[in-house]
């Protein structure tokens, strides 16, 4: 791993993370929606006065990912677990960045009339087209984080990494499996469960980890000078 290589993969991928947790701005921006109870994406909604700010955020840390990610599958040192790991990550930074052009139409959770066109198949395509490309954002960014902790403890890479990683990746497992139930029980009519909980604390891990993996990164890069 040379170090003129290394950086920019820790840059590109530490700037994704900052963009990834623009979210919370929400704290502050007063958008009017249920941080426990609403999506994440319903920050973005094309209904939503703030919504052009969250999309753009939302572009902005997919390709910042990706390319970090493209970056270090052409220049980092290749093993099956690194490739597969970073791999990964280009699929989420992919499907993160198509995810903010195929913004809701409105806010389902909060707007019984928006949740009933939904149900009912008379929501813009991109309904369907955001749940495909949200699915395969955290499917990548599933595999990116458990595949390159493995590569950090199996290989000797990244002790940062190494040793925060698996607890990271339990806590990410935990939060997926509580968004994917509540997201059930929501379709299904039975409330919320505090999806929107469960989801923004999923999104955080996911940047959690990405700034963890961008400073194991860096020094690394460091220590080979």
């Known amino acids: 791993m040379s170090r003129t290589g290394a950086r920019p993969v820790a840059l590109l991928t530490a700037l994704g993370a900052l963009a990834y947790t623009a979210w919370v701005l929400e704290v502050v921006a007063g958008t009017g929606l249920d ?11 094309a209904d939503q006065p703030l919504g052009g700010l969250f ?3 939302d572009l902005a840390a997919g390709l910042l990912v990706l390319a970090g990610a493209v970056w270090a599958l052409a220049v980092l040192d290749r093993r099956p677990w690194s490739v597969a790991g970073w791999a990964g990550l280009a699929l989420f930074g992919a499907a993160t ?10 806010k389902p959770t909060v707007d019984p009339e928006c949740a009933a066109r939904e149900t009912a198949g008379l929501v813009p395509a991109t309904h369907t087209a955001h749940a495909v490309s949200s699915s ?4 990548g960014a599933l595999v990116g984080i458990v595949a390159l902790t493995v590569a950090a403890r199996r290989y000797g ?3 940062p990494l190494a040793r925060t990683g698996p607890a990271l990746v339990v806590l990410e497992l935990l939060a997926t499996a509580w968004t994917l139930a509540a997201v059930a029980a929501f379709q299904a009519g039975r409330g919320t469960w ?15 980890w990405l700034a ?7 020094r690394a890069a460091r220590e080979r000078r």
């Open 35 to 45: 941080p426990v109870q609403t999506y994440v994406s319903e920050l973005a909604a």
């Open 55 to 57: 999309r753009a955020t």
């Open 97 to 106: 960045a198509a995810d903010s052009r195929l913004p809701l139409s409105c």
């Open 136 to 139: 395969l954002a955290i499917t």
């Open 157 to 159: 890479w990244w002790p």
């Open 194 to 208: 505090s999806l929107g909980a469960g989801q923004r604390l999923q999104v955080l891990l996911v940047a959690g």
């Open 212 to 218: 963890v993996l961008a400073v194991s990164v860096a």
